[in-house]
């Protein structure tokens, strides 16, 4: 299954990509393979496609750029302030939280307190914009082990020219276990975009305003007392 195409014509699609590209995150974690690897693809990919330090345009990600880290990978979209749900996931993300969760909210993957603390960030994200990078660590029980994780969220521009969609990607360190798992915050970091501008696209004419020309309105005339001319011949 596919994000759809680069154009935006196709709607996104969950992916659940199983050991397509062989093991699953925890077997190579337990096996000493370098976590950061997914990290380090999504971020080369997401910088490729600045144009002059402007954020990325979804319509320009292409799942082929990132084959290699597909399974952590996941999107989301702001649907109010300091709230997002997931639109794409890779398996990873199913597996932490134990079913499919397209269209859940991001806070599905946190405990309470996490849920309060997410959601700040998530504006700075996307107002900013910033890149978001949080350290987590699961809740321990039985059948669940030990478990740490690192996401990494980059800001993204939607169709309609805002930066209300993200493109992540999850590590984890340590099995999954038995899920749901879910996740307290340990530490973050925010990579602040500065003064740097969004691609944004031109408005569709559905949602464009009308240009008025500027007229400079006159003053107003003044209701005081006024002198008059008189002539001598008056």
Not at 52 to 78: C, K, N, W, Y
Not at 104 to 129: H, N, Q, W
């Amino acid at each position: 299954q596919s994000w759809g195409s680069k154009g935006g014509a196709m709607d996104d699609k969950i992916i659940l990509m199983g050991n397509a590209f062989g093991r699953n995150a925890a077997d190579m974690a337990a096996s000493g393979h370098a976590a950061a690897h997914p990290l380090r693809e999504v971020r080369a990919y997401w910088e490729g496609l600045r144009q002059h330090g402007a954020v990325p345009s979804r319509d320009a990600i292409d799942p082929r750029g990132i084959a290699g880290a597909l399974e952590q990978v996941f999107m989301i979209e702001r649907i109010a302030p300091g709230i997002a749900r997931f639109r794409l996931v890779g398996s990873t993300i199913s597996d932490l939280v134990g079913c499919e969760v397209r269209g859940m909210p991001f806070t599905a993957l946190f405990d309470p307190m996490g849920r309060s603390k997410i959601g700040p960030l998530l504006e700075v994200l996307f107002s900013g914009p910033a890149i978001l990078h949080v350290d987590l660590e699961a809740e321990r029980g039985i059948g669940r082990p030990a478990l740490r994780a690192h996401v990494m969220i980059l800001p993204l521009v939607s169709q309609v020219g805002r930066v209300d969609l993200a493109l992540g990607c999850l590590t984890q360190d340590g099995p999954t276990g038995r899920a749901p798992r879910r996740f307290a915050i340990a530490r973050t970091r925010v990579e602040k975009l500065g003064a740097v501008a969004a691609s944004v696209a031109p408005a569709p004419p559905e949602f464009a305003e009308a240009q008025t020309a500027f007229v400079m309105p006159r003053p107003p005339r003044a209701k005081g007392p006024h002198l008059r001319l008189v002539h001598p011949a008056d």
